[in-house]
């Protein structure tokens, strides 16, 4: 979220903590069974209701303010700056002329949001919601102190201390931000994100494998001794988990986006996309008159991310019956931001 001013404020926290301990559920509720009904493609009724998205992630992965100080309540205008506290906020953001898939979706994402958000009984800020999911988002957004000019774009914003969120500050000093501050929030194909989540937590992060995939064995596995490493947790029973978790009480980094940054309580300005991270998040940074240094950095070589083709390789191999399980925990997700449920039909996977 970048406030009128310049400072930012904005996208999930990106730091790879492990949060809280989610509530073990049942062992009895998974469903593994091989059969079932194949799932269909949405029709286009569901396409209207259920069409997707998700993803929460990172607008700025690099890139920290040298220096951290105490936020004003009532940041002062600077000269130059986006959408100072007297300046009226521009209208009819949108995208540079691209991808037309990507245009539409843009605008079927924008559409949904305000038709769900606008039915009786939806949240309208962070005070409406239940005080445990006002923790969690307030924890979440994050707040960069100060002006861009002085981002170090040679270091890493993630695995740092001293990033200010919303919950480190007043409830007058949070509605001020919220008010004045240009929100942004970036989301990805919900399974994809699922998808990426289990290969960088479970293939890489010996803490994870610790302290979910030792448990995630121990529940579905069968003859899994008493203290396994959790570093073999197949796809399959990571899903398995989900489907057992409450969505409110998940890890961060599968947590469905709708909980985590709470859409309807929060009217962010701008929803990118994890599809065209790089493209938007330079857009932002025009849109706040962000300094020519500082720009979204470029992927490593080196990085290979869950891919639509990965994704579908790896759905096509879970049992239908648990992707229908696991489909509604994310159903808000796929509806709010514009992304279409998977098909893995017979004829597909064969392809």
């Not at 105490?70 to 995208?95: F, V």
């Not at 479970?202 to 448990?215: K, S, T, V």
């Not at 579908?312 to 992304?339: E, G």
Request: aromatic share 10%.
């Amino acid at each position: 979220m970048f406030p009128r001013p310049l400072t930012p404020l904005a996208a999930p926290k990106s730091a790879e903590t492990l949060g809280r301990t989610p509530r073990r559920a049942p062992l009895g509720r998974a469903r593994a069974g091989l059969g079932g009904p194949p799932l269909l493609l949405p029709s286009m009724l569901m396409f209207a209701v259920i069409v997707a998205s998700s993803g929460l992630l990172l607008m700025i992965e690099r890139g920290i303010l040298s220096e951290m100080k105490p936020l004003p309540l009532h940041p002062p205008s600077h000269k130059g700056a986006a959408w100072s506290g007297t300046d009226p906020k521009p209208r009819g953001l949108s995208l540079d002329a691209g991808d037309s898939d990507l245009q539409v979706r843009e605008d079927i994402r924008n559409r949904t949001l305000r038709a769900v958000c606008g039915q009786p009984g939806m949240p309208r800020d962070p005070w409406d919601l239940p005080v445990g999911q006002r923790r969690t988002l307030l924890r979440h957004i994050l707040v960069l102190a100060g002006i861009l000019n002085n981002v170090d774009v040679r270091l890493k914003m993630d695995h740092r201390s001293d990033l200010v969120f919303l919950a480190d500050l007043r409830p007058e000093e949070i509605r001020y931000r919220l008010q004045h501050y240009f929100k942004f929030l970036f989301v990805r194909d919900p399974l994809e994100r699922l998808l990426s989540a289990y290969r960088n937590k479970f293939g890489e992060i010996r803490e994870y494998q610790q302290r979910y995939g030792a448990e995630i064995v121990r529940r579905y596995r069968a003859g899994a001794g008493p203290s396994p490493a959790g570093d073999d947790v197949t796809f399959p029973e990571f899903l398995r988990y989900l489907v057992d978790e409450d969505p409110e009480h998940m890890n961060e980094h599968w947590m469905p986006v709708y909980h985590l940054c709470q859409p309807c309580a929060v009217h962010y300005d701008f929803v990118g996309s994890y599809e065209r991270l790089e493209a938007d998040a330079n857009q932002v940074l025009e849109w706040v008159r962000a300094p020519p240094h500082v720009r979204f950095p470029a992927r490593q070589a080196w990085y290979r991310p869950a891919s639509p083709e990965s994704l579908h390789y790896h759905l096509c191999n879970v049992p239908r019956a648990l992707l229908q399980d696991v489909l509604p925990k994310y159903i808000l997700d796929f509806s709010l931001f514009a992304y279409p449920l998977p098909n893995v039909t017979k004829e597909a996977c064969h392809q």
